[in-house]
């Protein structure tokens, strides 16, 4: 108990537009994290408060998916990267598996997309591939704030601030969530 009122004093001390959201709203995010055995720190990325329109919500970080999907015990390996200009080498047209090589000089090229992929220890693995252009479709679809008509709106959201994290967290969300089993 001590340690969740430190943890949600912490947040919201931290973060002003927190200050001026709902309680029940910021204390029940916070408690979804709890449940999850999340930490709420901002900096690690398992789990985040966020303030919208005068009410708070739970969003799960990257990690935090991550962490979910490791716990049960079935996952061999869990991976999510960029994908640079001059990596994709082709797609089967039956499975839709795509076929990636690394180049040289790889962080001197722009970044074209986004995979990610999961192997079970039974065997089963699936990838999933995702363009820029599809991200940035997704996230003005389904981030209130992104998809904003107004600028200074779109340019607060964590997808603008951090297009990288949330371009592998969505990729990777949207797989496990698709084709893997979570605890």
Known sequence: KAEFVAN?????????????????????SALKATALDLPLDQNLG???????KGQAQFQMGYKGFVQLAMRSGQFKTINVRDVREGEIVGEDFISGEM???????????QVVGYVAYIRLINGFEKMSYWTIKELEMHAKKYSQT????????????????????????????????????LS
Not at 46 to 52: C, D, L, Q
Not at 157 to 180: C, H, R, V
């Open 99 to 109: 076929q990636f090589k690394r180049v040289d000089d790889r962080e001197d090229k």
């Open 146 to 181: 992104y998809g904003s008509d107004k600028d200074y709106i779109r340019k607060s959201s964590t997808w603008a601030k951090d297009f990288d994290g949330m371009a592998k967290k969505t990729t990777l969300k949207l797989l496990l969530a698709k084709y893997a089993p």
């Open 46 to 52: 398992f789990a985040y408060v966020m303030p919208y």
């Open 8 to 28: 949600v004093t912490t947040l919201v001390s931290n973060n002003k537009n927190l200050q001026d959201c709902d309680a029940n709203s910021v204390i029940f």
